[in-house]
């Protein structure tokens, strides 16, 4: 229990890096996240790491194989958080990876792999409204068009990479070479409630659901509260609000659909002034991207309807999408050995969250392991995990590695 008690206690460590005094907040590129990264750092080299950033800010500490030039197994998951966030989702998985290395650096352990661990830059993409900056930047498929982007304080993405000691002119430079990477494994809160209702600790995942966000502004008229008649205002916020409506609606009638505006402004803002533009954002999931995709075109079609009736201009931008992503069946197989060794009954799930793995499987093997969480809150400061089942993640983690070592001559090419 030694092992998961550490775990813990460098989470709530971790925890306690935040811009917001108060609250857990780590966004891209910030100081906030710079601390992290340091203090993570520190348990990369006491894991007998070579430690490294690249030039977008991951943090990648560096395990060697047996030989020099050897391939290389990824383990990780990203170090930053939501705003006012939990402190599992994401650093767990990076926790749990270094204690891997950690109980192989301590029995002086050294396999025909190098093992290599990721603390991703950027997952959840709050600061510039694009997820996976740091998996994308890895994985080589990082769009130099992002740099222009500018977070709600007008710093553009370059401008901040830049401000945190990374280069990002030099983004290609972080793209790994495929041809060198045996998969990449990462270990993370299950987000749900379905491992808590059946009690069991962990479950592997079969497919990541597709996501698209977009971006919409609903353009009016401002005018007094008091003088302007019902029947002659543009009321922006009014439209939203049916447009929102809408979106819960075609969700609740399509199985397996998820819709979510997380965010809305309307304008001027003011108590005795009608709102002559609001802005909203609008995220829609679904493990088939068919699926996903025919949401999306019903859902703009609704916004457009919405506006004429009402006399409004629309903007409906996307500005982040992903197709769904199947875990790889050998990958996900001998993490499903590994799991039946620990406990009762193997779970498989699918993934409605987006995770760095999604990006990762489009340049090797990729699998997930979820471990389950208190009534599967996420993205909330209540976010809990049970030191057993991060006992019970870690021995999982540590079969998996020692299987994979003595599979080697088989899988090397999964």
Known sequence: MSDAKEIMRRLNALAQISEDPGKLTRTFASPAMR??????????????????????????GHYAGKKPGAKILLLGSHLDTVRDAG???????????????????????????????????????VRYQTAYLGSKALAGCFDPADLQRKDAAGISMAEAIRIFGGHPTKIKSAAMNPKELLGYIEA????????????????????????????????????????TPMNLRKDALCAAAEFILAAEHLARNTTGLVATIGQIHAGPGAVNVIAGETRLSLDVRHAKDSTRRSA??????????????????????????????????????L?????????????????GAGHDTAV????????????????????????????????IALEVMNDFLQWTAEKYRQIHDF
């Open 188 to 227: 993370h809160i299950e987000q749900g409630p379905v491992l808590e209702k059946e009690n069991l600790a962990l479950a592997t995942v079969t497919v990541i659901a597709g996501q698209t966000r977009a971006k919409i502004i609903f353009q009016g008229r401002a005018g007094h509260a008091g003088t």
């Open 296 to 333: 999306l075109k019903k859902l703009k079609l609704i916004s457009q309807k919405i506006a004429k009736k009402r006399g409004l201009k629309i903007d409906f931008n996307l500005v982040h999408e992903a197709s769904s992503v199947a875990c790889s069946t050998k990958l996900s197989g």
């Open 87 to 125: 402190k599992f989702d994401g650093p767990l998985g990076v926790i749990l990876a270094i204690a891997c290395v950690e109980h192989l650096y301590r029995r002086q352990i050294r396999f025909p792999f190098a093992v290599q661990v990721i603390g991703f830059a950027d997952e959840e993409g």
């Open 335 to 351: 993490l499903a050995q590994a799991v039946l060794r620990r406990q009762k009954k193997l779970l498989q799930l699918p993934s």
């Open 360 to 391: 990762m499987a489009g340049i090797c093997p990729a699998a997930m392991l979820f471990i389950r969480c208190k009534n599967g809150i996420s993205h909330h400061p209540a976010e809990s995990v049970k030191s057993g089942d991060v006992k």
């Open 35 to 60: 601390r992290a990264n340091q203090l993570v750092a520190r348990w990369m080299r006491r894991a007998g790491m070579q430690v490294r950033p690249d030039a977008i800010g991951n943090l990648i």
